[in-house]
């Protein structure tokens, strides 16, 4: 992302100018328009958006809930490793999206990033994060960052934290 600043913050509905984002995608759009601020109270997801460091506009954003994934869904070499649990502890990345004005100089990178981060960070484990990619150029987006698809589970995918964390140490 060079050339521009962007700064991460929670979402603040009455701060933030969410009413003219837009991603080219109406369920997106509107999610982060008319939703997402009642998700956040009611403790559903988390909402973190990214302000242009110089208008303030909103740039983008994402969701973090916490949920699980099915172990039978995972590649065999992996469930090799892991404790016989039916459920591993997982966060859903729910949702991402940036602006048409923005797209294509790295955002939707870096806000996957600060979601990972944050997943790290947090004291509630998670062995994976997983998304429900909203079309195929979505799978294709997160499947550059080595998100793979779930056998068991129609089109969601989930890429260890482990390999998350190696990826932001580099
Ligand atoms: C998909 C989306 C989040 C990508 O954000 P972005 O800021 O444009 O992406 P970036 O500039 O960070 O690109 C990161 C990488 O993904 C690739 N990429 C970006 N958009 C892509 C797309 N639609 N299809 C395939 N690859 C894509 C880029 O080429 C780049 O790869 P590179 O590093 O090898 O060049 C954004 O285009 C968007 O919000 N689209 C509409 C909503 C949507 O589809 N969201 C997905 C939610 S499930």
């Known amino acids: 992302m060079s050339g521009w600043k962007v700064r991460f913050e929670d979402l603040d509905r009455a701060n933030q100018p969410v009413e003219a984002f837009d991603c080219g995608n109406a369920v997106l759009t509107r999610y982060l328009r008319t939703q997402a601020g009642q998700d956040v109270r009611r403790h559903i997801a988390a909402c ?3 302000l242009d460091g110089e208008t303030g506009a909103v740039a983008g954003y994402y969701t973090l809930s916490a ?9 065999d070499e992996l469930v090799k490793k892991l404790p016989r649990h039916e459920h591993l502890p997982a966060a859903l990345l729910g949702r991402l ?5 923005y797209q294509g100089k790295g955002l939707g990178g870096a806000l996957l990033m600060d979601a990972a981060e944050a997943v ?3 004291p509630v484990a998670a062995w994976a994060m997983i998304v429900d990619p909203i079309d195929n150029a ?11 698809k779930l056998e068991t589970d129609g089109t969601r995918m989930f890429i260890p934290m482990k390999t998350l964390a190696k990826a932001l140490s580099q």
């Open 48 to 50: 973190v958006v990214a």
């Open 97 to 101: 999206a940036v602006d048409v004005a």
């Open 67 to 75: 949920s699980r994934v099915d172990r039978n869904g995972l590649p």
């Open 120 to 122: 790290i960070a947090s």
């Open 138 to 148: 979505a799978a294709v987006f997160y499947g550059k960052y080595g998100f793979q």
